[in-house]
């Protein structure tokens, strides 16, 4: 029974990523999941992925490109004001602009780059480096 999905697929990607495997697979897919996927590809840390459609839920084949020092998710979700973001970039990150954090806002899921630009705050998702 899983009681974060997002921390399984999080933590299924790392391991992956250490052992030195090119793919994995991970599940049950989500819109959120989607999301963060999209972003960490944008972003250079993940290569292509897809969405696999089975009878239980269905799940993203992922391709590693081994650019994935650490990754996880942040709890409990930390409320995050857009002039706070260097508190948390040096609590999560191990360098200033070094990895990126993933946070949801009300114009959607974004990293903190694109939140610092749109000059809006929001929930503390994840971290990758």
């Not at 999080?10 to 599940?27: C, D, H, Q, S």
């Not at 709890?75 to 508190?87: E, I, T």
Request: charged share 25%; aromatic share 10%.
């Amino acid at each position: 029974m899983q009681f974060d999905p997002l921390n399984d697929a999080f933590t299924t990607i790392y391991n992956a990523e250490t052992a030195g495997k090119y793919e994995v697979t991970v599940r049950p897919a989500s819109k959120l999941l989607s999301s963060m996927l999209n972003i960490m590809q944008s972003s250079g840390y993940i290569g292509e992925y897809e969405q696999l459609s089975d009878g239980r839920g269905g799940s993203f084949r992922i391709e590693l490109i081994g650019a994935i020092n650490r990754c996880g998710v942040i709890k409990p979700r930390h409320s995050v004001k857009r002039l706070d973001f260097d508190k948390w970039e040096s609590r999560y990150l191990p360098a200033r602009d070094f990895g990126l954090l993933i946070l949801t806002t009300n114009q959607g899921i974004m990293n903190h780059f694109d939140a610092k630009k749109e000059r809006v705050g929001g929930r503390l998702l994840a971290y990758v480096f």
